[in-house]
């Protein structure tokens, strides 16, 4: 077998390695360098990284032929994005409520009355296995588009044990066609359906029977703590039966309101906690020795026209673990480019544009778990990388809502060139 790599992406004008923090996430000084190399190359062989240095260096070792070449032409390149927080399966969408909520009506008034995530319910129970996985294919394309090269998606818009697998099923169908690494989170006790309104424990019940049977299909277990959702109480029992099952837990804490969620998530040794846009100092200063990583989704409170942001910059000045995501869902944020997050975090929640992508990057990959895989540029790790349209990586953020992506390389195959699919399955 040669020695040589397949493919060296060369003349990068600022690589973006994001490298040194594979086996801890990224906190305090470490978030602001994003470990640039001027002029950078990167060697891949197969699936993965074999040489990372400057176009001089990779050029005079593999400029040889048969190793075929990308000319970056001086663009910025990063790794590709983790989307680490994505409800991307289900069916319909809700621009109905979006405009009954301009006129003034609230997401949670709206979720009472039977709609909001209930009506994704219904419409996602509506749809075949097979169209589920139509519809959310392009929603992952989209996401691919945008330099999305991993996403975690939860189920929870089925909300019983049939409609929860066929959605678990759906990702893994696409986990297996897809470009996009995907891992699949249950999220069965998203909120409490309409037949259960009056006895939330039996559904909480309900969903600690469904675990043993989604076990094979999700890595994670997650659960709504939240008015809207599941108390502190509920939401231990499920997450600490997820736990002795084997699961890996996530927490949805303090989005509409601080019930209680931080202590438990300490309490369960989550992963990660989510949101996070109410929350206290003491709070804050309780994270800091859990290890637990912060995943801020500023994408909500944009959309729903809230402005408790949460406390971002003050969280890092502590010293957590911050990472970001869409959330992206048709009900609070139906946005499936990184990059629109990456601008509402440096303008919402006083992140730098190198804390941004340090946070959608190596940061995203520790919270799903596969730091040792993906969200740097690094020897031995898996070759997803972007190629943007940009020359300085603080023109991410800046010129806002639109694609800088150019090109995608996952797992060492251009899947998208010039702003096209080179092709899907
Ligand atoms: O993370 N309520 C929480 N879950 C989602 C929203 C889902 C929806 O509205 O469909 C969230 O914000
Ligand atoms: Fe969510």
Not at 368 to 384: F, L, N, T, V
């Amino acid at each position: 077998m040669s020695l040589l790599p397949d493919l060296v992406i060369q003349n990068c004008g600022q690589l973006l390695t994001v490298a040194g923090a594979s086996r801890r996430p990224k906190i305090l000084r470490d978030m602001n360098d994003p470990g640039i190399i001027l002029d950078g190359a990167v060697a891949i062989k197969e699936e993965n990284i074999v040489d990372v240095g400057t176009t001089r260096q990779l050029e005079k070792k593999y400029n040889r032929k048969g190793v075929k070449i990308i000319d970056a032409l001086g663009k910025v390149v990063l790794p590709g994005f983790v989307d680490c927080h994505t409800h991307a399966v289900f069916g319909g969408d809700r621009a109905g409520e979006f405009v009954q909520r301009i006129q003034g009506e609230s997401y949670l008034e709206i979720l009472k009355k039977g709609g909001g995530i209930l009506s994704t319910v219904k419409n996602t129970c509506k749809l075949t296995l097979e169209n589920l996985v139509e519809v959310s294919k392009k929603h992952l394309d989209t996401m691919l588009l945008h330099g999305t090269t991993t996403a975690e998606i939860k189920s929870g818009y089925g909300l019983n044990k049939k409609d929860e697998l066929k959605i678990l099923k759906a990702v893994q169908h696409l986990q297996r066609t897809h470009h996009m690494d995907i891992v699949p989170t249950f999220l069965g006790a998203h909120t409490i359906p309409s037949q259960y309104q009056s006895y939330p424990d039996s559904y909480v019940d309900l969903v600690c029977k469904m675990l043993p049977k989604v076990k094979a299909y999700a890595t994670f277990c997650d659960v709504f703590c939240d008015e809207g959702g599941f108390d502190a109480k509920q939401s231990e029992k499920i997450l600490s039966t997820a736990k002795m099952l084997g699961f890996r837990v996530k927490i949805h804490v303090n989005e509409f309101k601080d019930i209680g969620g931080v202590s438990l998530a300490i309490r369960l040794c989550v992963t990660t906690a989510d949101h996070l846009d109410n929350i206290k100092y003491r709070d804050i200063l309780k994270l800091k020795k859990s290890g637990i990583i912060c995943v801020l989704l500023p994408g909500v409170p944009f959309f729903l026209m809230k402005d408790n942001y949460a406390p971002g910059r003050k969280m890092l000045e502590a010293g957590l673990p911050v990472a970001l995501a869409t959330d992206f869902n048709p009900g609070t944020c139906p946005c499936e480019n990184i990059q629109m997050i990456i601008t509402l975090a440096c303008l919402n929640l006083g992140m730098t544009p190198a804390q941004a992508i340090s946070a959608v990057t190596i940061n995203a990959a520790h919270a799903i778990g596969m730091s040792d895989r993906i969200g740097s540029i690094e020897i031995g790790k898996q070759a997803d990388m972007i190629i943007l349209d940009i020359e300085d990586y603080n023109q991410i953020p800046y010129y806002f809502g639109i694609n800088h992506v150019n090109s995608v390389i996952k797992k060492g195959r251009l899947v998208v060139e010039n702003k096209q699919l080179v092709y899907s399955h």
